[in-house]
């Protein structure tokens, strides 16, 4: 399994796979609070069967080149991940997403995930679009958008139903052009 370094604190992004199911649903536990205001995921991942089939339709999604999942790890814990929930070769769109546990807030991590998958997905890959959905609420997945040189494009008024009231999404995304742009200005290159 590839790892990729996030920086010098031990940070590091892999794939999350189905044999991982154990070691997903501890974190999703312990992350269960923190994130359900905003985030599916500890809806449907709730023990280790449902947190090994949520890991194989990412798996499935990865073979059909339509999603990816990546966990963001301090060290040899994993505290988080990033997500392309979805993903569409032919045109040349995907959204990103994240979750974080409590214990590696205010890190940078997930800029520094989301910077990797982005960069990989419009340089490699070759896509034109990357959005980020938000709910209006979720100041820090703002923020994270904000950093990442994304665009508010709209709010998706009382869009997605939690805890029992209704939420504003706000839609953010970058296109290919603006994301190089802003990664001149983030990571200037060395003249050679």
């Given at each position: 399994?590839?790892?990729?370094?996030?920086g010098?604190?031990?940070?590091?992004?892999?794939?999350?796979?189905?044999?991982?199911?154990?070691?997903?649903?501890?974190?999703?536990?312990?992350?269960?609070?923190?994130?359900?205001?905003?985030?599916?995921?500890?809806?449907?991942?709730?023990?280790?069967?449902?947190?090994?089939?949520?890991?194989?339709?990412?798996?499935?999604?990865?073979?059909?080149?339509?999603?990816?999942?990546?966990?963001?790890?301090?060290?040899?814990?994993?505290?988080?991940?990033?997500?392309f929930?979805?993903?569409?070769?032919?045109?040349?769109?995907?959204?990103?997403?994240?979750?974080?546990?409590?214990?590696?807030?205010?890190?940078?991590?997930?800029?520094?995930?989301?910077?990797?998958?982005?960069?990989?997905?419009?340089?490699?890959?070759?896509?034109?679009?990357?959005?980020?959905l938000?709910?209006?609420?979720?100041?820090?997945?703002?923020?994270?958008?904000?950093?990442?040189?994304?665009?508010?494009?709209?709010?998706?008024?009382?869009?997605?139903?939690?805890?029992g009231?209704?939420?504003?999404?706000?839609?953010?995304?970058?296109?290919?052009?603006?994301?190089?742009?802003?990664?001149?200005?983030?990571?200037?290159?060395?003249?050679?």
């Open positions: 399994m590839f790892s990729v370094s996030l010098a604190d031990g940070a590091h992004l892999g794939p999350l796979e189905p044999w991982q199911a154990e070691e997903f649903l501890a974190h999703i536990d312990r992350s269960r609070e923190f994130v359900t205001p905003y985030v599916a995921i500890p809806d449907v991942v709730t023990d280790v069967d449902s947190s090994r089939n949520y890991l194989l339709d990412y798996a499935e999604k990865a073979a059909a080149d339509t999603g990816r999942l990546y966990g963001i790890r301090l060290d040899s814990t994993l505290v988080g991940g990033v997500l929930r979805t993903m569409d070769a032919r045109h040349g769109n995907a959204e990103a997403g994240c979750w974080l546990e409590p214990s590696a807030v205010g890190r940078g991590l997930v800029t520094r995930a989301a910077t990797t998958i982005i960069d990989w997905i419009i340089t490699e890959r070759g896509f034109h679009r990357v959005e980020w938000a709910a209006s609420a979720n100041t820090p997945s703002i923020a994270v958008a904000r950093r990442l040189g994304m665009t508010r494009d709209g709010v998706l008024r009382e869009h997605i139903a939690r805890d009231k209704r939420h504003d999404m706000e839609i953010w995304s970058v296109l290919a052009p603006e994301w190089h742009a802003h990664r001149q200005r983030v990571r200037p290159v060395t003249p050679t």
